[in-house]
């Protein structure tokens, strides 16, 4: 190699986006990142990326990082080290726990953060201050699919990898927009339609990139999903289409759940989803006629009232159709952030430990309390949701909230913000001075990925490796070292030297992840769990046998919850979601300027029938109300939507334009999932032109 060459590190990393899980070589030389080079052996995605993998790094050394504690000394935040911040906290913390009881206190996780990092950060909450009081923001995506997918088949996951997807011989897409979501998969989706002819069904409120270039694109009414698949799923049965033998050997509750679905004819599906009688057909059809069926899902789905029922109906007709098991099949719920499957898995959940145990069971509790040497509360705890509501009732005083920025992504904010302005004592820790951080009393600077070592799981439960490319900022630190810090300071005795020790610890507790190690995961190595002693992993779920003790899975029934209503005066539906050079609210990529060059400002999407009725055109002003809130926005006229279903994406302008003003407090009722989907408004004009 030249000079030139031996002063370029290359370092392995993964993409701190989507949960597709990208990964790549960062070339990088001092402080500076010289570019991404994929490599062919990257399990996801090969020599691909999008976007923001490519081009979305400059956050990392934005002049706007955090890269010191601050602590609120009236209307302002002072500069403090770490040792007054870490104090100060275990102080309040422990003066919360002593006065109103350890449920006072609330725990917020982070799905950017590494497996590690919730790992700790749940031990934290559980050990050190003794409650389950500890949450991610899969509370607010994709809980319901993982819930729906525990009643069915009994693992939270994605039944198989990103390449079964592409092996099958239809992929259906429910309520997802994966061009834009998990831009790399749907790569994967649109090669496969090139190379072995894969057939593509899209159902979707929008036209978005994958719905113009399926098979067959529907457009059911706005959730009504449950109703359309139970009525493809009973004509399957009614035709004798359903895999009589996979559901005799592998299946429990098949006459009850049959009967469960009398009432989903294809006429009441008709008039409820306003998907015609031929096009279910279709679409049964289709899939019977198909030997492998995937079927993917996202926020369409599981941001309703009734999000896991609908997550379960497809696990049903999946079951149905004998779609699970074997190559080019299973149920994909399409996670968002890089690591929200791993912030669960490693029990930053109310309900959970690490590996999806549950915390009420005394025999799985013991186990964590004889390795922890403490007693550990017996009950599930608070979610987000019930923190924020416990918050505004005044039982919760103190939050600990890391790499989320709640403040604008959860729905209703008006009103969460209000919760957050009654807590006695909020710290925050991020790598910008957030939204959220402006509500704290302390806030941390953290490290990002590149700053750090760790693992991420990505959608198909793959754990990978990334290594550090810098030092951390100024006096940043990665997010592991600071809760051992904060725990230390309460009276624990933690001594992790690095993250592979932590990592060592959840193998030998969570029997899901009993063979995963660093030496398992070196470089370009993964594993897909769960992960035996001996390391091996499975890629593909269920060949053998489901995740009930029984080994067979079972069909749940479910019926149909109607979409909430705001009132008559609300005459237009608001859809929302992602944009493919932003991410989410967008306060990584918001900070990239080849980023804020393409794509700097939200839109609302109106449909040319309503754009014509409302005498408004591309760029006009609008503002939009619902029960909840305000925004005001520019249009833009698309044949994307249709009549008075509107769009807007969830990426946010400091808070003007943040979509979620105007989502409500209404959630799925399984999870306590926010229903953002289920959103109306009305619509004024304010500048025409
Ligand atoms: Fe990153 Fe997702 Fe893009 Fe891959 S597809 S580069 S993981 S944002």
Redesign the pocket.
Known sequence: ASMREDRIDRTKTV?T??G???SFEVWSKDRDILKIQPQPDAPA?GIS??V??KFGWDFVNSEERLTTPLIRKDDTFVEATWDEALSLIAEKFLGIKEQHGVDALGFVASSKCTNEENYLFQKLARSVFQTNNVDNCSRYCQTPASAGLMRTVGIGGDSGTIKDIANAELVVVVGANPSES???LATRIKRANKLHDQKLIVADLRKNELAERADYHIHPNPGTDLVWISAVTKYMFDQGWDDSEFLKGRVNNVEEYKQSLEKFTLEYAEEITGISKDQLIEIATMIHEAKTTCILWAMGVTQHIGGTDTSTAIANLLLVTGNFGKEGTGAYPLRGH?NVQGASDFGTMPNYFPGYEPVENDEIRQRYEEAWQVELPKEPGLNNHQVVEAIDDGQVKGMYLFGEEMALVDSNINYVHGAFEKLDFFVVQDIFFSKTAQFADVVLPAAPSLEKEGTFTNTERRIQRFYKVFDPLGNCKPDWEIFQELANKCGADWHYESPAEVMDEAAKLAPAFAGVSYKRLEEWESLCWPVDENGKDYPLLYEESFGFPDGKARLFAVDWSEPYEAGEEYDLHLNNGRLLEQFHEGNMTRKSEGIMHKAPNPWLEVSHELAEERDIKTGSLVRLTSPYGKVKVRVLVTDRVKGNELYLPMNAIEEIQAVNKLTSSYHDKDTHTPNYKEMQVKMDVLEKD
Do not use: F, I, L, R
């Open positions: 993409c986006y989507c597709v899980g990208c995605n990326t999008c923001k993998g998990h831009p790399v890089n």
